[in-house]
């Protein structure tokens, strides 16, 4: 479903406080890419 897609896509493409202003994406790929 495009319109999930695209709440997913905003959700995880806004900056966070908690995340010292990173997006949950960027932050995900950071982690994900310490397990090689």
Known sequence: ???LAD???L???RPRKC???KTA???FMAE???LD
Request: no cysteine; hydrophobic share 35%; glycine share 6%.
């Open 1 to 3: 479903d495009e319109e």
């Open 7 to 9: 709440a997913i896509r």
């Open 11 to 13: 959700i995880n493409d």
């Open 19 to 21: 995340l010292g202003w």
């Open 25 to 27: 994406h960027e932050s």
């Open 32 to 34: 994900v890419s310490h």
